[in-house]
Every structure is written in C-alpha cells, then in structure tokens.
C-alpha cells in the first residue's frame, strides 16, 4: 500500500511535549534503578579490598556477579514498571502521534522492554527469557523452548502455546506501522515449531502442530493449519512428494 503519511507538521502542543519528555525520562529514572544494587557490589568492593593483587585476582569475578545481578534487577525492575504504569496495549488501529494514549503506551513499554531484552541475550537461557515475556504481557504455555537471538517485538501481543519450538533468530512481530499503528495478536498454537530466523507478522494464528520452516515470512492475517508445514516467502503450504514404486 502506498503510505501518505500521518502528520505534516510538528505538534507542539503541551500534551505532546510533557509525553515526549516523560518518553526520554523515564527510562533514564528506570534503568538509573536498575543500576543501584551492580554499582553497590563494586563499591562496596573497592572499600574492602586493601592490596593491588586482591583487585587483580577478585575483580573479574566481581565484575561477573555485578552484571548478573543487573540483569535480575532489569527483569524485576522494567517489568515492575511496565505493570505499574499499565503500559500494556492490545490490539487495535491507532494514531502514530504522541497524541494517541496508546501510541505513547507503545512507545514507552518499548523503551522499558527493549534493552533488557539486549541483556538477556548476552547469556541467553531460554527460561530466564520466557519468564521475562510473561513479566511483560506474553501468554506463554509450558515447555516453550526459545532457540536464542529471537526478536519478541510486542509480547503482550503475543501467544504461544505448550511445547513449542521458537527456532533461533526467528521474529514474531505484532505490529504495523502504516497509516496507522496497527496491533494485532499472534497466536501460535500447542506443539508448534516456528523455523529459525522466520518472520511472522501481525495476526497471523498458527494451528496446533503446524510447522513454519525456517527463513520463512508468514504474511500479517494469515492462517496455517494444524498438521502442516508451510515454507517460502511468501510461506506457503509445501506439498508432500509423492513416492513412486520402482520395479
């Protein structure tokens, strides 16, 4: 579709800019939390430690522990305030401006959502990173198996169902951006296996037991039924050879 755009011109008005600043604090004030207990440990640290080769031999392991104990406080931390500022969207056709509540509701759960999940990554275990998606709005079954590097875009956008396979690199993306932000919900069924470094776009429901391939594009709205695989860009339904008997 051809995009004409939204806005022409800069809205100044006060709404606007009190969210515009709100959108840049915020996360400064959050993640500023975040740092508190890491940047404690290292003083703490570098207060007791009394000779040089004790911060030689100590120090990378402190340093280790410091940033593992910043991802747990970003988990706790960002998903906290996402909560606690109802930043949750669903689905719908909005308006891209600051104007629009939810607009800025997007914008700013991504801001809190985006870097913590950049840290996760860095030791990526699949529990760790399922349980902060179910901190933030996913609805995520048992035995959900992500395969790392994943992009989760809009989780509270997001179900999936029991023991399914999220391949390595694979997108699932819940959101639009053309004449409108547009949010739908992606379901994906029990016992499905969505192929690495897929792309599945908004509204796109996946059957139990279906089978996206990998490197494949699911298009937005699209269906793929139980019991069958789909592959391509676009994915299509890939059909089974047939076997020829051979005299």
Not at 129 to 146: E, H, Q
Not at 208 to 230: I, Q
């Given at each position: 579709m051809k995009y004409t755009g939204e806005e022409t011109k800069y809205d100044k008005s006060s709404k606007v800019v009190i969210r515009m600043i709100l959108l840049f604090l915020t996360p400064v004030f959050i993640y500023s939390l975040c740092l508190i207990p890491p940047v404690a440990?290292?003083?703490?640290?570098?207060?007791?430690?009394?000779?040089?080769?004790?911060?030689?031999?100590?120090?990378?392991?402190?340093l280790m522990i410091s940033f593992l104990v910043l991802l747990i406080s970003c988990v706790f931390i960002t998903a906290g305030a996402i909560r606690g500022f109802r930043l949750l969207y669903r689905d719908g056709a909005y308006g891209k401006s600051m104007r629009d509540k939810v607009s800025?509701?997007?914008?700013?759960?991504?801001?809190?959502?985006?870097?913590?999940?950049?840290?996760?990554?860095?030791?990526?275990?699949?529990?760790?990173?399922?349980?902060?998606?179910?901190?933030?709005?996913?609805?995520?079954?048992k035995n959900v198996f992500f395969g790392g590097r994943n992009n989760i875009a809009d989780p509270c956008a997001v179900e999936i169902g029991d023991n399914t396979l999220i391949g390595?690199?694979?997108?699932?993306?819940?959101?639009?951006?053309?004449?409108?932000?547009?949010?739908?919900?992606?379901?994906i069924g029990n016992n499905c296996l969505v192929g690495g470094e897929s792309l599945t776009m908004p509204g796109v429901i996946m059957e139990d037991y279906a089978v996206l391939g990998g490197k494949s594009l699911a298009t937005k709205y699209m269906v793929l039924k139980s019991k069958t695989h789909y592959g391509g860009v676009p994915a299509q339904e890939l059909k089974k050879e047939k076997k020829e008997n051979h005299k």
């Amino acid at each position: 579709m051809k995009y004409t755009g939204e806005e022409t011109k800069y809205d100044k008005s006060s709404k606007v800019v009190i969210r515009m600043i709100l959108l840049f604090l915020t996360p400064v004030f959050i993640y500023s939390l975040c740092l508190i207990p890491p940047v404690a440990i290292i003083i703490m640290f570098l207060y007791y430690v009394q000779t040089l080769w004790q911060i030689i031999v100590f120090l990378p392991f402190v340093l280790m522990i410091s940033f593992l104990v910043l991802l747990i406080s970003c988990v706790f931390i960002t998903a906290g305030a996402i909560r606690g500022f109802r930043l949750l969207y669903r689905d719908g056709a909005y308006g891209k401006s600051m104007r629009d509540k939810v607009s800025f509701r997007f914008s700013l759960y991504y801001a809190l959502y985006r870097p913590t999940v950049k840290l996760i990554h860095v030791f990526f275990l699949s529990p760790l990173y399922a349980t902060y998606l179910r901190f933030v709005g996913a609805k995520i079954g048992k035995n959900v198996f992500f395969g790392g590097r994943n992009n989760i875009a809009d989780p509270c956008a997001v179900e999936i169902g029991d023991n399914t396979l999220i391949g390595g690199g694979a997108s699932i993306l819940s959101h639009l951006g053309e004449d409108k932000l547009i949010i739908k919900t992606v379901k994906i069924g029990n016992n499905c296996l969505v192929g690495g470094e897929s792309l599945t776009m908004p509204g796109v429901i996946m059957e139990d037991y279906a089978v996206l391939g990998g490197k494949s594009l699911a298009t937005k709205y699209m269906v793929l039924k139980s019991k069958t695989h789909y592959g391509g860009v676009p994915a299509q339904e890939l059909k089974k050879e047939k076997k020829e008997n051979h005299k």
